[in-house]
């Protein structure tokens, strides 16, 4: 059982119809959320959608205007943010420039009294756990982007918070060492223990990092799952359309039978047949959401695939490890196909202009309401 999973699990943090309000903006709808310990969570949204509102609630900067936030069962409403059992590691993690790597980490350790030969120690794990111990007399500006974002995490983590939140901790550093230190961080969290909250723009990222993603927009939830569910089961067009790649058909709905439908879309078309466990009306409008690599593309018509089309191919982009097909319908749509380059190609399988066939099966994509 995942703790999401099991009802009888009592999250750590439960946000409870939480709206958040600046003057006449609304930038937190009536928002609800249970997230639980030792989970790797990640707030993940477009500029704006309010994920950085989300965790200064939590951490007590912000007040809700309407609902509630619980952590560990207790109403936050009246507890100070020095009172709560949280700590936040901010975009610019202001390390302080005059101390050493060792007294940055030292510093909340010292600020609370703790005895000497304790923060010392507790000091030299964290060093151990970012892997700086050789860099603990250095200050700052000597070292490197990526080692100051490990030190400003040794430091949210000496004093032992239940919970951390991550706000965009990863945004200042370059592709690779991003990379490099996505799985750091997962590394750590799962050796300590700690429930991390991250906020991120960058799906990626949070498919890497998190246990579980909440999809954002415009202050609202889209989508609470883990990252397999989101991407294979996108509940709506917005989470199919934010997550990776995919091709959004819109058409016309007829039930037919238990689980299936087809659904009309383009002139001369034959319409697609899917599978769908939702309850849909003749003649409503949805979306058939299909991921490109779910997509094969062949000179030849299919014979074994119960759903294709031909068309002409637009535009080629190679990846290296495959290629994506952009192929124009008579009519207009675009489906986009790839096809994995496993062996060395002299020259492309196919070529722009060409006529080909798309196809895919018919349990490859979801059936999703507008
Ligand atoms: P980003 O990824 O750009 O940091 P975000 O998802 O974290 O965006 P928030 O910072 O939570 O977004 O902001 C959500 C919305 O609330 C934005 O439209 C923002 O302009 C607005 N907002 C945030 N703080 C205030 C404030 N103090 N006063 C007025 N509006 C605010």
Not at 118 to 126: G, P, S, Y
């Amino acid at each position: 059982f995942a703790p999401w999973d099991d009802p009888d699990q009592t999250p750590l943090i439960r946000f409870e119809n939480v709206t958040k309000r600046f003057g006449d903006f609304t930038a937190i709808d009536n928002l609800s959320l249970d997230i639980y310990a030792r989970e790797f969570f990640a707030l993940l949204g477009p500029s704006g959608c309010g994920k950085t509102t989300m965790m200064r609630m939590l951490a007590g900067f912000e007040t809700p205007t309407e609902g509630k936030i619980y952590i560990g069962g207790q109403d936050m409403g009246p507890i100070a943010p020095n009172q709560r059992p949280v700590n936040m590691m901010f975009q610019s993690y202001a390390l302080f420039p005059h101390l050493s790597v060792y007294e940055n980490i030292a510093f909340g350790l010292r600020r609370d009294g703790q005895p000497k030969d304790k923060i010392e120690a507790r000091v030299e794990d964290m060093l151990r756990m970012v892997r700086l111990q050789k860099f603990a007399k250095r200050k700052p500006h000597q070292i490197s982007g990526g080692q100051r974002q490990r030190v400003a995490l040794a430091r949210s983590l000496a004093k032992e918070p239940k919970l951390l939140l991550l706000d965009e901790p990863l945004g200042a550093l370059d592709a690779k060492l991003r990379e490099d230190t996505q799985f750091e961080l997962m590394d750590i969290q799962e050796k300590t223990g700690t429930t991390f909250v991250i906020v991120t723009h960058d799906q990626e990222e949070a498919m890497t990092v998190a246990s579980r993603i909440a999809v954002m927009d415009e202050g609202r939830i889209m989508q609470v799952a883990t990252p397999d569910r989101i991407y294979e089961f996108p509940e709506n067009a917005y989470v199919a359309d934010f997550i990776g790649d995919v091709n959004l058909i819109e058409g016309t709905a007829t039930p037919s039978g238990e689980d299936e439908v087809t659904i009309t879309w383009a002139e001369n078309q034959q319409p697609i047949r899917a599978k769908t466990q939702r309850k849909l009306a003749t003649g409503q409008k949805v979306f058939y959401a299909i991921r490109p690599e779910k997509v094969g593309i062949s000179k030849e018509e299919p014979t074994d695939v119960v759903n294709k089309a031909k068309g002409r191919i637009l535009d080629i982009a190679y990846l290296g490890n495959l290629s994506t097909y952009h192929v124009q319908m008579p009519t207009g749509e675009i489906i986009k196909a790839q096809s994995a380059n496993t062996r060395r190609i002299a020259r492309r399988p196919f070529t722009w202009e060409e006529e080909v066939w798309v196809s895919w099966n018919g349990t490859g994509g979801s059936v999703l309401e507008d």
